[in-house]
């Protein structure tokens, strides 16, 4: 066991770690933050997505030591001062949630494609989104949504930036 | 499945990490092939060594002769971004995309990818569904069990980059246990073996490629074969690269856009190919790289006669064994069908 330092969600963490641990089991077993879901744990279905330095990454193919001195952000990181990322207000809105468990993956790595390009189009969305799986909405409102979030960035409704740090 | 025990270790430089390596270590990249592959136990390495903090594997520059270098731990995401915004290399950019899904590519890296180690429906399972048929010939049983009674293993070189680059002549650097560097064409990376696929050893790095600058005239298509648009590896990959002089008055036809499905009726016309090098993936061990195919399309003139007779001779080439998501006399049919994509992509 090493102890390592983590920065979540704008905070640092000290945690005791093994080598072998990936970044998605010490999040969600060590630090709490079930946000992050373990779909496939094999890189197939994008429900354990965070934000690694801003681009988004799939938490059960990264190595927890390989994270330290790394900003991390889950969902639980997207709201700030009791107010929820633009994406999440749209995701809510529309309906883009069936089960809910693809939804904290969809919004970060909507939220690292809307840090790139604040205005995709209907086919930039569907292919920056094509490594999260859903098994319940069939994607229609989860597009809706994006799109929805990125008007509302667009006009200052909700927070907007990759990481989010800087709302 | 967790991931088997194991020491991390992240040196600081390529000599320092070929002197820690052997035979009971692996490279870590963007790890999306190797810690799947670790966690269904078909690799339990006793020291894991990760690349990402050495400077030297990472970033793309030019040549002196205007060509590219690209560092083997850029990721797959840096290096299409990069090609998407310089034209000459666009085409590249395309096929990168074609690769795996957006979030993958952020952590996969070039050489990851060119070294993956080759892939088979019996192979590539967790150690339950293996325990069924027992070990196969890659996991030191044997028997193959895609190809019964064969003495050699069919597993099928997957990977999406090795393709296009061959097409594209580029060269890889290698860095040895005893500090020396190697340089060889992409296509010798490759030993054409299922259980063994790189002539590289287990303490060799790759350090970089080198891709040559493109003449001005060229063209590229990569045209892939998967089942869904996005995740999937290929089940067989076509790619062509050529020096195309395109007609003077427009042939008719030679705008007419992909139909999502290609009929008999999809006409290709148009332009005329020099030095073309047409490279087969994910048919078999290795890529292939088919000189004869690029001798049948020198001058000539493309046509549906010419889609017609590449496809014939792609499809002569390859034997496939029934071990990939598709069955093999899909991937056998389509063959022909990349072809003539690919050959229209030369007349637009
Ligand atoms: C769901 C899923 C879908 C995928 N789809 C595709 C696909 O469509 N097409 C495709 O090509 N790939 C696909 N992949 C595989 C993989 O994501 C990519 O090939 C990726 O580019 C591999 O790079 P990496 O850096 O992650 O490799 P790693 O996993 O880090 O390494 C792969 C292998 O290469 C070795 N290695 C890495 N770097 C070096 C080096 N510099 N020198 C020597 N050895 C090295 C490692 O030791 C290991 O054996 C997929 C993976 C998953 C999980
Ligand atoms: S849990 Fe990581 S991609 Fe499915
Ligand atoms: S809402 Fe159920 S998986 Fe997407």
């Not at chain 1, 001062?81 to 207000?89: I, K, N």
């Not at chain 2, 080759?118 to 010939?137: D, E, H, M």
């Not at chain 2, 399309?297 to 017609?308: P, T, W, Y």
Request: with cysteine; charged share 20%; aromatic share 4%.
């Amino acid at each position: 066991m090493v102890e390592i330092t983590l920065d979540v969600n704008h905070s640092s963490y000290k945690v005791g770690v093994e080598d072998h641990w990936t970044l998605l089991d010490v999040l969600r077993d060590s630090l709490g933050f079930t946000g992050a879901k373990k779909g496939c744990d094999h890189g197939e279905c994008g429900a354990c997505t965070v934000l690694i330095d801003g681009t988004a990454m799939q938490s059960c193919l990264v190595l927890a030591v390989q994270a330290q001195g790394k900003a991390i952000v889950t969902i639980e990181g997207l709201a700030r001062d009791g107010r929820m990322d633009a994406l999440q207000t749209a995701f809510h809105e529309v309906g883009a949630i069936q089960c809910g468990f693809c939804t904290p993956g969809m919004i970060i790595t909507a939220r690292a494609l809307l840090g790139r390009n604040s205005d995709p189009t209907e086919d930039e969305i569907k292919e920056a989104m094509s490594g999260n799986l859903c098994r319940c909405t069939g994607y229609v409102k989860i597009v809706e949504a994006v799109q929805r979030g990125a008007a509302a960035g667009k006009t200052g409704a909700g927070t907007t930036g990759a990481t989010n740090a800087d709302s | 499945m967790t991931l088997p025990r194991f020491e991390y270790l992240a040196p600081a430089s390529v000599e320092e990490a070929c002197a820690l390596a052997d035979v009971d270590s692996a490279f870590l990249a963007g790890g999306t092939d190797l810690l799947v592959c670790m966690k269904q136990r078909l690799h339990a390495p006793l020291r894991v060594i990760g690349l990402a903090g050495i400077a030297e594997l990472r970033g793309i520059a030019r040549t002196d002769e205007d060509g590219l270098r690209v560092g083997a731990a850029t990721t797959l995401t840096e290096l299409a971004d990069w090609a998407s915004t310089h034209p000459e290399w666009a085409s590249l950019s395309d096929a990168i995309r074609q690769t795996s899904s957006p979030l993958l590519r952020n952590a996969g890296t070039v050489g990851g990818n060119l070294c993956l180690d080759t892939r088979c429906t019996f192979y590539n399972q967790p150690p339950i569904f293996r325990a069924r048929w027992g070990p196969c010939l890659k996991l030191g049983g044997g028997t193959c069990h895609a190809v019964r009674r064969s003495t050699s293993c069919h597993a099928v070189y997957s990977g999406d980059l090795a393709g296009p680059l061959i097409a594209w002549s580029a060269t890889a650097t290698i860095a040895t246990a005893e500090g020396r560097r190697r340089k060889l064409a992409v296509n010798d990376l490759f030993t054409g073996e299922g259980i063994h696929p790189l002539g590289l050893g287990p303490d060799e790095i790759l350090v970089e490629i080198e891709i040559p600058k493109p003449p001005p005239t060229t063209r590229f298509s990569y045209q892939k074969l998967r089942l869904r648009d996005t995740l999937d590896f290929p089940l067989a990959g076509v790619s062509l690269f050529a020096e195309v002089d395109t007609p003077e008055v427009d042939a008719p036809g030679a705008d007419t856009p992909r139909p999502d499905t290609p009929g008999a009726d999809a006409s290709v016309v148009g332009a005329r190919l020099h030095g073309a090098r047409v490279v087969l993936n994910a048919t078999g061990p290795a890529p292939l790289l088919l000189p004869e195919a690029g001798a049948l399309l020198e001058g000539r003139e493309v046509d549906e006669a010419l889609a017609v007779e590449l496809g014939e001779l792609l499809q002569k080439s390859v034997k496939f064994a029934g071990n990939t998501a598709a069955g093999s006399t899909y991937r056998k049919a389509m063959i022909p069908v990349l072809a003539r994509r690919a050959l229209r992509d030369m007349c637009r």
